[in-house]
């Protein structure tokens, strides 16, 4: 009985953290979704990134790939983007995501929080823009 006990504690227990990570994430995935009109104001199409990408390219930015992965594919999937559109976003997350997070957790260790953020930024639009621009890509 007493480990029947102990399993529904800890099963709570992680349905609590769940709940606690799953909760604002869709809070965050229904505030850009509903802030869409003044997102598609901003200009990535330089870069290969339509108006329907900047969803899953914000939140993965914001949040990150682990915690956003399932926001990223259901915008991907949900929003006519492009395989072609899909690779430049997912290219440009490669290198340019939770920022918030992994700052913080490098600035701890003594990381400059403007040059780590700068330099993952100037990568992420560099490589990003040069691969929209080259042939590698088809469509």
């Excluded at 604002?24 to 995935?29: A, E, M, N, V």
């Excluded at 983007?81 to 701890?108: G, N, Q």
């Excluded at 691969?131 to 469509?139: T, Y």
């Amino acid at each position: 009985m007493e480990i029947i006990l102990v399993a529904l504690k800890d099963s709570f227990s992680l349905i609590l953290k769940l709940f606690v990570i799953i909760l604002p994430l869709t809070i965050f995935y229904e505030f850009l979704k509903h802030k869409q009109s003044q997102i598609e104001k901003i200009r990535f199409s330089v870069f290969g990134i339509t108006h329907n990408g900047l969803v899953p390219l914000i939140t993965g930015i914001i949040i990150g790939l682990t915690y956003g992965a399932g926001i990223i594919i259901y915008s991907i999937k949900t929003s006519n983007i492009s395989k072609r559109e899909a690779f430049l976003i997912l290219l440009f997350l490669s290198i340019c995501h939770a920022m918030i997070e992994d700052t913080l957790i490098f600035v701890v260790i003594g990381a400059n929080d403007f040059i780590l953020v700068a330099f993952r930024f100037a990568l992420a639009l560099i490589l990003t823009y040069l691969i929209h621009k080259s042939k590698l890509l088809k469509g």
